[in-house]
């Protein structure tokens, strides 16, 4: 084998150089993320179901998931739904907390994913994460999580959860024209706005997620920035 | 699945890593049948980690005192232990009688491609401050040797509450409020000791790794005298982080600002005042409090 | 299949996930992976090291959802030899001239919702039905033993044989429903079902005619326009200007493929909502309508009152009144009836001193005469404007009432026949050809016909029964009048035990008879009920073609997917084979004339032989479709692009063409229910006014004596993770959405109530336990408890489930609607417990954290 030649104190100083380096985040050619329109959504969780089907999840673990929120006093109330799974953050938290090098984020679209294969099941990265993407997956005693469905995404097509929105209020896309409102998308209608961060979410700043909503009004966050 | 395969399996997991992180080299190493170095190389200190460590378990009658619980998971999930006020109250013990398993629970040996646990670290694993087998992160942060030495973590530091219903504040009329979407905890709780090295707040070159050596690697250097009223907080031993940070220099503070940084951003920590602080306030310190938060503060030390 | 088999075919199915795959194959990949191994880093590949199935490595075979909802979309079947590894659906490469991604206006794709994603869940469950097993054990106690077809099959031709000759041609009680429906071929139903053609030609058979959906708008629309065929298609919400919602929730019930889909559409061009409801349901978020609550079972009144403004507005369209109504108003009733009652002076009070303005009408129905009033102006001038009067509010005491209030409404408006407008009512638009099997003189008969809710006071009363009490339908084969003497009951698609009102009442009747046969290819609630149950092979694993239900234009074919799993036969086998066993070759070869006997052991030609007629002769020849049979097997699905939106008489009022009534008109005063003299000789045993009325209810918030010992109205709409008890065992949907009852903030804090807390529901006719849900999203004095929950008795008969028909009474309106929504109770903390589903997992996150359990 190759590495046989690696001279072994080269590799230990190696070692030491890189000791006290943080890792590199991986700069995608271009990022895909998804945008959700948690006010047209009527939360009927069929993405939650198609992707609980297509990942062969049992209950418990959920890769997705529909969020109800609802607020004001009776009669005058009103209710949203806000939808995230993995949302494949530019600098994830997931990845550097990894003993086993089991995440990765790929060049060609950002797309964040586990190798379940290598997971010994420690779930810091299901602790890291500000999204609650990571899924401890008990009967394995492994950490699994959405993938986007990259084998749809390599076979031309999109995520399961995507093509299973009866709304069509769930789409993906470079998440750069997605946020400048370029992207084509029912998921927007043309008078529609998209924010990065919606009420309750974790600020955004910590991973720089890739995914952007339209907001209720109710939802709003008004955008204070790094914190 | 025989021992060669396995080897295989560490060639492949190099590779990933060679992408990820460019920390390919040391697992070359050890695909190549030496031992690897982080996890041979064990310290004194390290075997002290190994030795069994009392888990913060309650004795049987504490456990009595605490919350009845029922054998209803439906009522279980909305006990009242899980909301506010009663979380502020509850002990490690009241939290461990049903979730004994955090503890108890432990990471696989193996994955289930065959990769051991004890041949793989993460680049933050090789710090000096590390030590020990693989863990679960709850078991780290509320058994491993390092964290009792320096903290005083307990299940509430991070848990305030979940809402059953769903994951998020504001899905009934009752609900909790202030929760995290999809979190258990705050992550902003995990961004003190988790966050970016901001070395630009220090008006250092660069980070730490690169400055590091122009300082002898030894924060105390210039923090001897700056910011002296440090990890006054009831979830930190502040004694003893001074004694580790005098003793390892710039590694052990290093572990919790920037050695760990899951996040792009820095923690904004409180602003306290210290002896000979200045009177201006630097830009990036303008918006922050002078004092931590009402749950972190040490008893009797604030109103 | 030998059990082990199949419990190796069910473990690898509901495990072939990513990481499964590997524990078997994980060594031979690797070695493959590693193989490429240089020192070069190169980019990081999904599943590199997983055998991971990917789709395009898969068999695809189109299909379709098959239970019982209000639509029906594409399933597409991934699979790997005989297991089905994963479902998606409609992409929009399937129909012809399709390709990814196509979803057009016309051609929208079919996508399925979560029950319908759900399915693989409930194909390999815990519950399905494998073999035919017959009781040992007390009717409800649960315990089968394991028999062979041949047995099973013997002795329940032995009893039908015996039953009949000991009681008559009325002592089997046909309770097919619609859980297996919606295939052209194999279908369960009342009228145009297998197992009705089979104990009617069999000549032993009563059957149940009201439909407890929806039997009081059923009488409307058959009333007033004369047909249940005043609904347009889904695509013509997209053109309304205002959509009321009265009591609907197509967010939760979706009635076509893509309604709430075209209503998003409305609302981007600009179209207002307005919902009228005690929840603001999340089609009231999703679409941002203005919500009304109001009180249960009093949308007659509050209708009345917008009648009344309209009127005293003069904002009604005349010249639409004088033109297609008949007794709208004096000028407008017919020569032979001008003595009668019309509608409007009625809603200015002439007849009883009482003007239904909209201050009357806000006394009863709690919302306010402003409200009322704006809406009644909102509706009045907006053109088009859809009042959409949904079912819900129809299956209530005289709820027929409300949905002839509401064709009044839409009618006096002008609403009705254009586009962006809208009649329903029931709403059963595009015509399907819907029957490829054999249909013939022996599909519907029945020597007497019952209201459906009425079987167990009838056996349990019997012989002293009126036959106003049970809704004797007229005409029966045995004689007019002839009470039917029920001694067995048949169940096909049918989880009814569970579903029908006053759950307690059936327990005490099924006892007193000698045979309960199910088919189901689940094990139910009800079947733990039966004497037999025959294991029936789900749509996956026979041959058929998916209708769309009342709304879309489209068909799918429905191929056997798989291998039936288990011993599990199809509704058609059985009865044939049943047939068979009764009459010989005769009745056998009458029953199904395209078959043999083999055909319960060989299926697949008969069944395809059918179909392929149905689709020649039928769908070719009838509704101008030039594709073959066998492109459309290929394709899996044929989506018809019509000539003009279809839009309910719109040819009524364009054309002239007149309403298929007996008037030719929109029927506000009906002349045939004018014309009844004996009302105890109509079906519908009681009177019922030939104008819309408001009619108090037999139990309403407005009871003064009633509500105090029962001070909530409970209703019990459609939950949207079932498909009413179809799907309560899949633990993937129970995740999504838990049983739990409903409560207003305000109401619950009086009672200390909070989320989460276990609470009973109850009143005289019964118990349940179940979770509460503390919302402001709910009017005050109002429960909500959805139906369907598997019911699961504790030793006392409480349920702890959360079953409404515990509480719900079994006396239908007088026109046959099912009273689901007319129910008082009483709600407060309990220390009994609730079973959330049979296995008892509850699924929620957190679980992960309590693995002990």
Known sequence: MANETLDKAKVKEAVQRRKKETYTPVIPVQQFGFVHNNVDCIGCRACEIACKDKNGLAPGPRFRRVMYVEGGTYPDVYAYKVNMSCNHCAEPACLPTCPTGAIFKRVKDGIVDIDSSLCIGCRRCEAACPFGAPQFIPDQNIVSKCNMCVDEIDAGRKPYCVQACMMRVLDIGPIDQLRAGTYPTKAVAPHEKVVRQVKSMANPELTNPSIVFVPHSKGIVEDKGAK | ?303 | ?853
């Open chain 3, 1 to 853: 299949m030998s059990g082990q088999d199949w419990q190796d075919k069910l473990k690898s199915a509901l495990k072939m996930d990513r990481r499964s795959f590997l524990k078997t194959t994980a060594v031979g990949s690797a070695a493959i992976a590693a193989g490429g191994l240089t020192l070069k880093p190169k980019e990081a590949q999904a599943f590199a090291y997983e055998p991971y199935p990917r789709d395009n490595d898969l068999t695809t075979v189109v299909t379709s959802c098959a239970h019982n909802c209000g639509s029906r979309h594409m399933l597409v079947a991934h699979k790997k030899g005989d297991v089905i590894v994963r479902l998606s659906t409609d992409d929009g490469r399937y129909q012809k001239g399709g390709e990814f991604g196509k979803d057009t206006f016309e051609e929208p794709q079919l996508r399925a919702c979560l029950r319908g994603r759900s399915y693989r869940s409930r194909l390999y469950s815990q519950e399905r039905l494998l073999y035919p097993m017959v009781r040992t054990g007390a009717r409800g106690e649960g315990k089968f033993k394991r028999a062979s077809w041949d047995a099973a099959l013997d002795h329940v031709a032995g009893k039908m044989e015996e039953l009949k000759s000991k009681y008559g041609p009325t002592a089997l009680l046909d309770q097919s429903y619609a859980g297996a429906s919606y295939g052209v071929l194999h279908k369960s139903d009342q009228i145009e079902g297998l197992l009705g053609r089979f104990l009617g030609m069999y000549g032993c058979r009563t059957s149940s005619w009201s439909v407890p959906s929806y039997e009081g708008t059923k009488f409307s629309s058959r009333i007033t326009f004369g047909t249940i065929e005043d609904g347009n298609e889904d695509d013509t919400f997209a053109h309304a200007k205002l959509i009321i919602m009265w009591g609907w929730n197509p967010a939760y019930t979706f009635h076509g493929g893509n309604t709430f889909y075209y209503m998003r559409m409305a609302k981007q061009q600009g179209c207002k909502f307005v919902l009228v409801d005690p929840q603001y349901t999340d089609s009231a978020s999703a679409y941002d309508a203005w919500w009304i609550p109001i009180r249960p079972n009093t949308d007659a009144a509050m209708m009345a009152g917008m009648v009344h403004h309209i009127f005293a507005n003069n904002w009604q369209d005349q010249n639409f009144i004088n033109k297609f109504t008949q007794g709208m108003d004096a000028g407008t009733m017919p020569d032979w009836a001008k003595d009668k009652e019309n509608f409007r002076d009625y809603i200015f009070g002439k007849y009883d001193n009482t003007p239904k303005t909209p201050e009357w009408a806000a006394e009863i129905c709690g919302v306010s005469a402003d409200d009322i009033k704006k809406l009644a102006q909102l509706y009045a001038t907006t053109k088009p404007a859809a009042l959409k009067a949904s079912w819900a509010p129809g299956r209530n005491a005289y709820g027929e009432q409300y949905n002839r209030m509401a064709a009044a409404l839409q009618a006096m408006t002008g609403n009705i026949g254009i586009l962006g407008g809208c009649a329903e009512g029931i709403g059963k638009a595009w015509h399907a050809e819907g029957v490829a099997y054999p249909y013939d003189e022996f599909a519907n008969v029945f020597y007497e016909s019952i209201k459906s809710d009425r079987w167990a006071h009838c056996v349990l009363n019997y012989p002293n029964v009126k036959r106003e009490d049970i809704g004797l339908w007229p005409g029966g084969k045995a004689g007019d009048g002839v009470i039917p003497d029920i001694r067995g009951i048949f169940w096909q698609g049918s989880d009814w035990f569970n579903q029908l009102t006053n759950i307690n009442k059936e327990i005490k009747a099924i006892n007193k008879l000698d045979l309960v046969v199910c088919n189901d290819s689940t094990i139910t609630p009800s079947g733990l009920y039966a004497d037999v149950l025959l294991p029936v092979a789900t749509h996956f694993e026979r041959h058929d073609v998916a209708l769309p239900w009342y709304k879309g234009h489209y068909y799918i074919h429905r191929p056997k997917v798989i291998e039936p799993l288990g011993e599990s036969k199809t509704d058609f086998q059985i009865y044939t084979e049943l047939a068979y066993r009764l009459g010989g070759e005769q009745f056998g070869k009458r029953y199904n004339p395209k078959a043999n006997r083999d055909y319960f052991q060989h299926d697949d030609a008969v069944d395809n032989a059918y179909l392929q007629e149905w689709w020649e002769h039928k769908v070719m020849a009838h509704q101008h479709v030039e594709m073959s049979w066998e492109e459309f097997q290929k394709r899996g699905v044929y989506k018809f692009k019509l000539d003009r939106p279809h839009v309910a008489f719109q040819d009524n009022v364009e054309k002239g063409v007149p309403w298929p009534t007996a008037s030719g008109k929109i029927e506000i005063f009906s002349g045939q229910l004018a014309q009844y003299d004996d009302w105890t000789k109509t079906a519908y045993g009681h009177e019922i006014p030939a104008i819309p009325k408001w009619i108090v209810p037999w139990e309403y918030l407005g009871d003064k004596e009633k509500t105090v010992k029962h001070p909530f109205h409970l209703i019990s709409p459609h939950p949207r993770h079932r498909t009413h008890s179809i799907f309560n065992n899949v633990g993937w949907l129970r995740e999504t959405y838990s049983q739990e009852v409903t409560i207003n903030a305000s109401d619950a804090k009086k009672l200390g109530i909070k989320t989460g807390d276990t609470v009973e529901v109850f009143n005289d006719r019964g118990k349940v336990v179940v979770p509460a849900y503390v919302t402001e999203r709910c009017m005050p004095g109002v429960l909500v408890l959805h139906e369907g929950a598997w019911l699961d008795l504790d030793e006392n008969g409480i349920d702890r489930s959360g079953n409404p028909d515990m509480l719900t009474l079994d006396e239908p309106s007088p026109a046959g609607s099912f009273a689901y929504n007319t129910v008082l109770a009483n709600v407060q903390k309990t220390d009994l417990a609730h079973k959330p589903g049979w296995d008892q997992l509850s699924t929620a996150r957190s679980h992960v954290f309590r693995r002990d359990l």
């Open chain 2, 1 to 303: 699945m025989n021992a060669n395969t396995d080897k295989w399996w560490v060639g492949v997991v190099a590779i990933i890593l060679a992408l990820v992180g460019g920390f390919s080299v040391h697992f070359m190493s050890d695909s190549n049948g030496a031992p690897a170095p982080a996890a041979s190389n064990t310290s004194p200190k390290a075997q002290e980690a190994a030795a069994p460590s009392t888990p913060p378990t309650a004795p049987a009658t504490q456990v009595a005192a605490a919350t009845l619980v029922t054998n209803d998971y439906g009522r279980a999930r909305y006990d009242p232990i899980h909301f506010k006020p009663a979380i502020d109250k509850a002990t490690d013990a009241d939290c461990l009688k049903c979730h004994q398993e955090v503890l108890d629970s432990k990471t696989r040996d193996a994955s289930p491609a065959g990769l051991k646990k004890t041949d793989t670290l993460a680049w933050y694993q090789t710090l000096d401050t590390y030590a020990g087998e693989q863990m679960t992160f709850h078991q780290r942060h509320l058994t491993a040797p390092f964290i009792k030495k320096v903290a005083t973590m307990s299940c509430t530091t991070c848990h305030q509450g979940n809402n059953p219903r769903d994951e998020v504040s504001g899905t009934s009329a009752d609900s909790p409020t202030d929760l995290t979407m999809r979190k258990m905890v705050d992550p902003n709780l995990c961004l003190r000791c988790h966050g970016q090295f901001p070395y630009q707040n220090m008006g250092l070159p660069g980070p730490w790794h690169e400055s590091g050596a122009a300082f002898q690697n030894n924060c105390l250097l210039c923090h001897v005298s700056i910011r002296t009223n440090r990890h006054k907080v009831n979830y930190l031993n502040a004694a003893a982080i001074e004694q580790e940070a005098t003793a390892n220099g710039g590694d052990s503070c290093y572990g919790c600002h920037g050695g760990r940084a899951w996040y792009r951003t820095s923690f904004p920590y409180p602003r306290h005042a210290w002896p000979g602080a200045g009177a201006t306030v630097p830009d990036w310190a303008k918006d922050r409090p002078t004092e931590s938060d009402l749950r972190f503060l040490i008893e009797g030390s604030k109103p």
